[in-house]
Structures are given as C-alpha cells and as structure tokens.
C-alpha cells in the first residue's frame, strides 16, 4: 500500500496522495503485460566457476537468438536478465530475490553452486517461481529438496553414481580408495557411486579412504597414502571449481600410471578445456554430453553450427543452456499464455527434440532425462584435448532412481 | 679477561631483562586477581532475535563490555529468543517453560534484556521466571515509562529514534530534497517509528511524504527505481512483506541500494554497510553499553534498592565512506564528530597483525642486532688494544733485538780486538819462547811451550767460533750468502749436517738489520735443525724477485705436524715465535711447512 502525505491532515496531503497513487497506477510496468517473456539467470560470472557459467549462457543465448529470430513464443521475444552471484548462496538469494522484484521475471535459472540452487530453489517454491537448475549436479534439489517450481536441466550426481557403480562393476578393479573434497556434496557423489558399484559386484573392497579441505592445493601427501596402499582402482569425488589441483598433482606423481581413478566429470569436454593441458590420460568418468559422441546429424549439426558462433565446441553446460531455453519457449508455447502455473503443468512430462534426441521432463520430479556416457580420457592427434574413449551409453531411464525412490525421499 | 669481563656484563643484563620481564608478568596478573575477588555475580542477557543480527550481536557486546571486569565471562549466559521466527504465542509459553526448567536452581543477580520482544516476555514471564531479579533493558524504541514504573526492578535504555534530527542532516546534506520516501515494516516496533516519524514531520510541512510499510516489495521496487533526485528515502526495519516475504536487515537494504539513484537514511546503525549513507543513528553498541553500566548499578546498588532512571542516549552520526563519495557528499557538511565507517583502508589497518608481527619481529632483530653491535664494538676495542700491546711488544722485540745485536757486535769486536790480539801476541811470544831456549833444553819446556801454542791455537779458534756466533765479520764485510756460506761450512764441521747455501753471486741490496735478522733466523733455524729434525741435508736458498728477498731453509728431516704443535703450544715455538717476530721487525713475512716424515721449510720474505 502507498500513501501519501504532505504536512499532516492539509489537503495538499491528500493531493500529493491521489497523484502518486495515480502514478504508481499508471506505471507501464504495474499490471500492463509484459512484450516479453523475462528469464532471469542468477550465476556466477566471476572466478574460476565462471567458465562454466558463462558456456550455460552460450548455450542459452545460442538458442534465445534462434528463438527470437524464428519471431519468439507467442508472440513475444525471450528476453533475459543476469546477475552475478560471485559463487556465494547468499548473494544467489539477494540476486534472485531482485530479479523477481526489479526485473519481474517469469522464469529463473541457475546456478553452478549447489548451495545456490538449493537456497534459490527455496525462493521459487515461495514465489512459485519456476527455477530451471543447470549445471550443478546436486541430486537433493531435485530428490529429497525438490518441488513443484524447481527443474534440473543436467543430470544429478544421483544419476552419475548409478552409471559409474554400474559400468566400473564390470572393470577388473576389486581392490578400491574414495577420495575427494570433505564436504557434502563430494561424500555424496562417493556414497552413491560406492552403494551401486558394491550392488552390481559384491566382491569389491573399499581399502582406505582420504578427504581433504575444500579447496586444498597439496595433493601430494593424500597421493603417496594412496599409492603406499596400492589399491586397484580411486573413486574421486570433487567439486567442478576445485578438481583441477587433483589431475595436476596426479599426473606429476605419476598416480596416473599406475592407478586408474573415477571423477565424475573427468571426460566432460568443459572440465577438460578447464585444465587446460593438466589432464591426464586414462581417467574414467561420466558427461551427459559429447559434442562428438554420438556423430548424429542432430548432434554434429548443433556442434557445428555452435562452433561457428563460438569458435569453441559446445560443452555439457553449453546444451544445459541451449536446453534449457528450448523447454522455457516450448513450455509457454504449449501453455498457450504467460502463467506460471499453466507453463509448468505443460513442461511436466513434456518432450522436446535435442542434439541428443528427445529428452523429456519426468513429471514425477522434474528430472530431465538425459543419456549419460561414461569413458576414459585419451589423447587424440586430431585434437590438442583429451577426448573420451571406450564411450559406454547409459539410457536416462537407467540411470535415474525411481519415482517411488523420490517420493520416499521428499515424505521424510 | 676483557672477554671475561664482557661475558660477565651480558648475562648480568640479560638476566636484569628477564627479571624485569617476571616483574611485568606478575603485574599483568594482579588485575585478574583482583577481579578474582568480587562478588560472583550472575547475570542473564535475553535477547530477542538471533545470534548474527548484527543489531543483537552489538548490543550483546556493549553490555560485555561494560560487565568485563566486574563479571565473570562463565557467569554470564546469553539466551536468543528468535522471536522473528516464532509463529504462535504459545511458542512463549513453551520457551518460559524451557528457561524455567533449564534455570532451575539459578539465581541471577540481573537480567539484561534486548529489544522489545525480550522485554515483554520478562514482563509477562520474568515475575514467575526469575521473581526480584532486577532487569535492565536495550534497544527499545518506545516504552511506556509509567507502565514500567509499576513493575518492580526494571529500568534500561531506550532506542528512540530521532527522526526530527534525521530529516535535518537530509536537508543539510542534500537542501533540494522535497520528497521523503519512509519505507518501514509493519511490526509493533514498525509502528513505533511510523508514530515517531508522523510527528516529526509536522515540523517540515514543505516535504512530500510517500509511505512503504505493510506493502509487496514489489511495489517498493517499481517506486524507487524511478525516483527523481529531489527525493531521499528514509528506511527504519523492513523485514517483512505483505505477501510474507522475509528479508535479511543486509539483503533488503543491499536490494533497495542497488535499485534506486538516491540516497538512503536510517536511524540504526545495524544498516550500515549495504547501502545507507547513514543517519543521526542509535548504535547498538552503545544500546548494550548503557544496559550493561545500569547493570553494575544494580548490582552495586541492590542493598538499597535504587533504581537508575531509564537512559536516553544521544544520537551519533554515522555514515559510510563509500555511500558519501557516491552521492558526492564532502567530509565537511558532516556534522562535527561524525563517525565515517568503511573508509579505505590504510595500509596498516589492512594488514594490522601482520604490521604488529613484523614490527615485533623488527624489534626483537633490533635488539639482537643491538647487543651485536655493542659485543662487536668491545670486541674491537679489545683487539685495538691487542694490537697496541703486540706493537709495543714488537717494538721492544725489535729494540731489543738491535741491543741484543749491538751488544754482540761489541763483544765480537772486544774479542777480536783485544782477547784476540792478545792471543796473536800470546802465539807470537811463545814462538819466540821456544826459539830463545836452547837447542838441548829441557825437553819439559819444550813440551809446556807446545801445549801453550796448541791451547793458545785452540782458544784462538773458540773465539773465532764464538765472533761467528756472535757477529759474523763475513756479514759486513761480503754480506748475507757469503756469511750464510761461511758459517754453514763451520756449521757442517761442527754438527755433520750438510748445509748447501744458494744464492745469486751479486750481493743483494739489503738494509743490514735485515742482513742481520735473516742471519738470526738461519742460525735459529740450524739450530732447531740440530736439535729436532734428526736432518742430514739443509738446503739454504736466498733469491731475490719482485722486490722481495726470498729465504728459505729446508732440511730432509723427521718433520712435524703443524696442526698438532700450534694445539700443543709447545715451548719449540719460542724459536718459531723469534724467528717470525724478527721478520716482522724488517717488515717480513715468516712461515714454517711442514708435515711429519716430510722435512721442515721455513720461508722468509722480506721487501728490499
């Protein structure tokens, strides 16, 4: 409520009243229907983390243009709205909460931090504010956190840890040591690969295990604990910003060579190009996009057309923006209007053609299934980056828990 | 000694340092020993929100502050109401059940109670919770004085803010302003400062007004953004909306700073740092400090039961740096004592530990280097006046050497001049003797005749041996290898040691103190041979080249280690020692090689 007042009881007061509440009124941006459908990205654009923001807002700019150019969804142009939120929650929180305030938007998207996601997701459930997650891979926004207005675009560690349990239960290693960043998220990744490996090959042995501070820079003492035990096989667990130290310190040590280890994005093409020339060959892990794998026209074109704009190859965070925008304007488009609510009753359950094929939105939990690829990292003379080899497919539907799991999860 | 003596003073200081630093620990102690002595008072601090709303945590440390000293830290317990969080009233009665049962058995000397949440649930449930207990109270904005004065034992500091004082410093720093946009929630607190700022307005009728409180942030949003310069908002609390929203005190003020082109004001000290440029504020601090002094009153003043009046403090100007360069506000159209908070950091500020640790680090090096300085100085000194004393004693070694050489060449003289002369004479009349006696004379004067001649002839050539010895003739006459020559020759008749002299044919052009002085060392050196080397061949080398007369003696002999006769300290060093200090004398150098099994090299050189 607005009021006025100028003195106190004079009739100027109630003048000064009646104009300002005319104003506020008559504002264009009060009631009047917005020309355009307003997204708002709360991510983060400075730091390390960055690298992978800024190919989600590649992605996403890649395929707002080819919206907007093809006259935009019903009528109307997608037009979007950063905010940089300097990889801090808190600051994620403020950011969203001014995007929704200032800039009113119909959709909100993010974020490479997990504790963002999950804090921003808690927003969008107040403002029943449909909140598309990308990039992080935190399983609970979706599982035991999850609700009506949050969806998450990538797939989750839950995801990772069932493939990687699944196809390293076929691998020669018995003998195994879980390391990776002390902290939530990392222990999660670790635990699920763990539980799924030790389901699919009961004779596995976890030897030892080593977690280090977040953000530690001196791997080499965790390294020589690892190598004096001489287990077959590492599951490392890390989080994206912090994982370039460990295939650093495990290539100069000579780890590499002698044990092979798990990271869970290790033949992501974005983490890969992050590490520059420190990642080491034979490193298995999982992505849930290759810009060469597999060579479908769908795929190959996208890639190439993205290359042209870019001068880059699109990345796992590249197709989370570029998919993200292509369910934001399908959803409106099939909702008929610009309703949140009816705008997420359409995308429940709902499919669209990607790179990949047709991916489609689990109405259970807002789950984009996704196919993952699990591989190992190889040097290619075609290339001046790793690749991925010995590429094994996943189907989404294999890798994602089931819909009773989810709801168990979020009644307790 | 001097090294002794020095030693002696250092620990005697040292010891004085250590000794004064035990006195300043002993000191250091004395106050919490004293505190140690007063009365165990308890005291109960209720705060209404929660611990990291900046608000409470300063209150709550103005209050320790005032109590440090005069109570424990252990005897103070801090309880959080959360009272924002808590939805029904019966969540109070809950928590009066809680303290009840978790400070059962504790008297409290005194609570302290922040904000008015706390200090309506100590009105409401002090009585039963902790009945006598004296309160003092902080942070309120509004209290009714009467009300409380028919409560037993409370008392505190108020919060009032001062609005009228606010609005004066907005047209003070910005006079065009003609409109106030007061953006304030609609809490009971909120309500209190609407009342406050209603009437403080009366008094600037030329203002607009355009009230936020109880509305959609939304609304706020799509004012401020489009606020025209003339305006200023005027911000108190704004937690929450009307739709439910909640904000953080720093998320909305970052969120309305970021969002409009006008300067923001505020009566709390708790909003600075986001975006306000500041105010005639109540600082919590300050709140929490006044509460705390009328704590100790109380707790002094228990015996007569005297209530201090409630405490009104006075606003303080505060604003911060980054705001005030923002809207381009100068320093000096501050009212005087304004506090400005979030200045640049000098260097010092920013790296203030780290300044303490290296100046400590400075000092300590300091007073290391210090102390190395003063042994240095002593050590100086006393190597100056080693030098002096070994000057001296070169001096007087070297007069003594020229005596010793005078005295030598006299006596030489006198025994060649007078013994020797005499003996000549003595030789010639006993010839003569013989000669007078008759042919078939006694054959025992004969034979006494011939054993005078052989004596004279022996003693005449002990003489001549001991002038050698004493003062070479050949020395002055055909200088230092001819002498060298001359006594080595009588040297390897006397000893059966060879000795082969080498030198240049041409006699060099030497002082003769330093003929006499390299002679010396020979004459020394075939003596050490003689005695110590068990040698059968020395080998005397004199050459001159670049100005310098080389000597050198080398013998064949046993030789011997010098690491182990400079430990040993030897009295064979006496020789050693004269023989340097002579070349020292003639401004020479002097040194012995030498090595068991491998002979002896003593090498002399000497600038001619």
């Given amino acids: 409520m607005t009021r006025a007042l100028k003195g106190a009881g004079s009739l100027q007061t109630f003048t000064s009243f009646f104009i300002i509440c005319l104003a506020i009124l008559a504002s264009p941006s009060h009631s009047a229907p917005a020309d355009t459908i307003k997204v708002g990205i709360v991510d983060t654009y400075t730091g390390p983390a960055s690298y992978f923001s800024l190919d989600v807002l590649d992605g996403f700019t890649f395929a707002v243009n080819k919206i907007n150019a093809k006259g935009g969804v019903l009528g109307k142009k997608i037009e979007y709205f ?47 504010m449909p909140f598309f997650v990308t990039h992080t891979k935190i399983s609970k926004v979706t599982m035991e956190k999850g609700h009506r207005y949050v969806f998450q675009m990538t797939d989750n560690s839950d995801m990772a840890g069932r493939v990687a349990g699944k196809v390293l239960a076929k691998k020669p290693f018995l003998k195994y040591w879980i390391a990776g960043d002390d902290d939530g998220y990392s222990h999660d990744i670790a635990e699920t690969v763990w539980k799924n490996l030790k389901k699919n090959n009961p004779k596995v042995q976890m030897i030892g295990q080593s977690w280090w501070k977040m953000g530690e820079t001196d791997f080499y003492p965790y390294i020589q604990q690892i190598m004096a035990a001489k287990p077959d096989f590492i599951i490392t667990a890390m989080a994206a910003v912090t994982a370039a130290g460990f295939p650093r310190a495990a290539k100069m040590s000579g780890l590499t060579q002698k044990i092979p280890y798990y990271e869970q994005t290790a033949i992501e093409h974005g983490v890969i190009c992050s590490q520059g020339n420190e990642t080491p060959e034979n490193v298995y892990g999982g ?63 709902w499919s669209i053609d990607s790179p990949l094929g047709h991916l489609t939105i ?7 299934g996704r196919p993952l690829y699990f591989g190992v990292t190889k040097k290619d003379p075609r290339f001046d980056f790793l690749i991925a080899d ?3 497919v996943v189907a989404a539907k294999d890798a994602m828990a089931p819909c009773s799991q989810i709801l168990r999860l979020r009644k307790k | 000694m001097a090294s002794l003596h020095l030693n002696n003073t250092l620990s005697l200081r040292l010891l004085t340092i250590g000794y004064i630093s035990l006195v300043c620990l002993c000191l250091q102690q004395i106050p919490s020993a004293i505190a140690g002595e007063h009365p165990l008072y308890t005291v109960l601090i209720l705060n209404s929100y929660h611990r990291g709303y900046k608000w409470t945590d300063d209150q709550n440390a103005g209050i320790e502050a005032a109590l440090k000293g005069s109570v424990n830290q252990n005897q103070i317990y801090v309880e959080y109401m959360d009272a924002d969080r808590m939805v029904h009233d019966e969540d109070l009665h809950d928590l009066y059940l809680a303290y009840k049962r978790k400070y059962r058995g504790l008297e409290f000397n005194a609570v302290c109670v922040t904000d008015e949440p706390a200090l309506r649930f100590m009105i409401d449930y002090g009585p039963r919770l902790f009945p006598g207990t004296p309160v003092a109270f902080s942070g309120i904005i509004y209290i009714d004085e009467s009300h409380l004065k028919r409560i037993h034992n409370f008392t505190g500091v108020r919060a009032q803010p001062d609005v009228k004082a606010n609005i004066d410093l907005i047209l003070r720093l910005h006079p065009g302003t003609k409109n106030v946009v007061f953006i304030n929630e609609a809490t009971n607190e909120g309500q209190r400062l609407h009342e406050e700022f209603l009437t403080a307005m009366l008094l600037f009728p030329s203002l607009t007004v355009q009230f936020f409180e109880d509305v959609d942030t939304k609304e706020i949003f799509r004012s401020i953004t489009k606020l025209t310069r003339d305006s200023v908002i005027f911000y108190g609390v704004f937690r929450r909306d009307k739709v439910g929203r909640v904000f953080d005190y720093r998320e909305i003020v970052t969120l309305l700073s970021r969002n409009t082109q006008v300067p923001i004001y505020s009566p709390w000290d708790f909003n600075l740092g986001y975006g306000i440029v500041g105010g005639a504020m109540k600082a919590g601090f300050s709140q929490g400090e006044a509460a705390g002094m009328q704590v ?22 505060i604003f911060d740096y980054n705001q005030l360069r923002r809207f381009n506000i100068g320093q000096d159209k501050l009212p005087e004592n304004s506090l400005i908070v979030n200045g640049p950091e000098t260097l010092y500020e920013k790296h203030k530990n780290l300044v303490h640790t290296v100046m400590a680090i400075f000092l300590i090096l300091l007073t290391i280097i210090s102390v190395l300085l003063l042994i240095i100085r002593f050590k100086r000194r006393t190597e100056n006046q080693l030098k002096t004393s070994q000057e001296k004693l070169r001096s007087l070694g070297r007069r003594l050497a020229e005596i010793e050489e005078k005295a030598m060449k006299n006596i030489s003289r006198e025994l060649h001049d007078e013994v020797g002369q005499n003996l000549t004479v003595l030789g010639v009349n006993l010839n003569i003797l013989r000669s007078i006696i008759p042919q078939k004379g006694s054959d ?24 050698g010895m004493l003062r070479s003739p050949v020395l002055d006459d055909y200088g230092l290898v001819a002498a060298l020559q001359f006594y080595s020759e009588q040297y390897s008749e006397r000893t059966g040691i060879a000795v082969q002299v080498r030198g240049p044919d041409v006699r060099p052009m030497i002082r003769a103190r330093c ?10 050196s075939l003596t050490n041979v003689l005695k110590h080397a068990h040698a059968t061949e020395v080998i005397i080398t004199v050459d001159v080249n670049n100005g310098k007369l080389h000597l050198s003696i080398e013998d064949n002999g046993q030789g011997f280690d ?11 060093g006496w020789g050693l020692a004269t023989m340097s200090e002579r070349a020292l004398a003639v401004n020479g150098s002097f040194r012995v090689e030498s090595s068991p099994g491998f002979g002896t090299q003593v090498i002399v050189e000497v600038p001619v």
């Fill in chain 1, 82 to 128: 950063t905010r940089d939120d300097e990889y801090k929650p808190d600051l994620s929180l403020t950011m969203a909460k001014e995007l929704i305030l200032k800039e009113d938007v119909d959709v909100l998207m993010g974020t490479i931090n997990s504790g963002s996601a999950l804090v921003v997701s808690d927003l969008a459930k107040k403002e029943k």
């Fill in chain 1, 287 to 349: 992505t849930s996009y290759l810009w060469y794998y597999p060579a479908t026209p769908a795929n190959r074109t996208f890639a190439n057309e993205y290359y042209k704009q870019y001068k880059k190859y699109p990345t796992e965070s590249s197709l989370d923006g570029y998919i993200t925008a292509m369910f934001i304007a399908e959803g409106f488009k099939k909702a008929g209007k610009i309703d949140k609510e009816a705008f997420i009753n359409a995308i429940e359950g």
């Fill in chain 1, 362 to 368: 689990r109405a259970c939990d807002h789950q984009l």
């Fill in chain 1, 390 to 392: 010995d590429i094994e």
């Fill in chain 2, 296 to 317: 100790l009153q109380l707790l002094r003043g228990a015996e007569y039961e005297t209530m201090p009046e409630i405490v009104k403090p006075r606003n303080q100007y």
């Fill in chain 2, 444 to 467: 025992l004067i004969e034979s006494r005749i011939s054993d005078s001649l052989t004596l004279v002839k022996q003693t005449t050539q002990k003489v001549r041996n001991l002038m």
């Fill in chain 2, 515 to 524: 003929e006499s002085a390299l002679f010396r060392i020979v004459q020394e």
């Fill in chain 2, 562 to 572: 010098q690491n182990q006769f400079r430990e040993t300290g030897s009295q064979r």
